[in-house]
Nanobody
Framework: QVQLVESGGGSVQAGGSLRLSCAAS????????MGWFRQAPGKEREGVAA???????TYADSVKGRFTISEDNAKNTLYLQMHSLKPEDTAMYYC????????????????WGQGTQVTVST
């Protein structure tokens, strides 16, 4: 059973940076895809960034050039480095994993973390 634990959220002013971490455990074979989703109050969950085990990545248009997804295989940890944060980035951020290539369909991910809150103020 894959277990995902996020950390690194917090409050920051617009233009600031944060790095989210997702520690993965409980598996024999690493999930093929690990990614980040977010959900703001009153809005649907949306994909932010995802990374396949072959190193290929994909980003939502709204975060391209500002966010970077990466992974430290030795630490079994996925990261999301966020720069130039905007108030519209405020949301609960979730780490997710699946044993297929990455997809933006959140319903296709089998494993989820509990989330970490990111709040960006003006």
């Amino acid at each position: 059973q894959v277990q995902l634990v996020e950390s690194g959220g917090g409050s920051v002013q617009a233009g600031g940076s944060l790095r989210l971490s997702c520690a993965a455990s409980g598996y024999t074979y690493r999930p093929y895809c690990m990614g980040w989703f977010r959900q703001a109050p009153g809005k649907e969950r949306e994909g932010v960034a995802a990374r396949n085990s072959d190193g290929s990545t994909t980003y939502a248009d709204s975060v391209k050039g500002r966010f970077t997804i990466s992974e430290d295989n030795a630490k079994n940890t996925l990261y999301l480095q966020m720069h130039s944060l905007k108030p519209e980035d405020t949301a609960m951020y979730y780490c997710a994993a699946r044993y297929l290539r990455c997809s933006w369909s959140g319903t296709s991910y089998n494993y989820w973390g509990q989330g970490t809150q990111v709040t960006v103020s003006t």
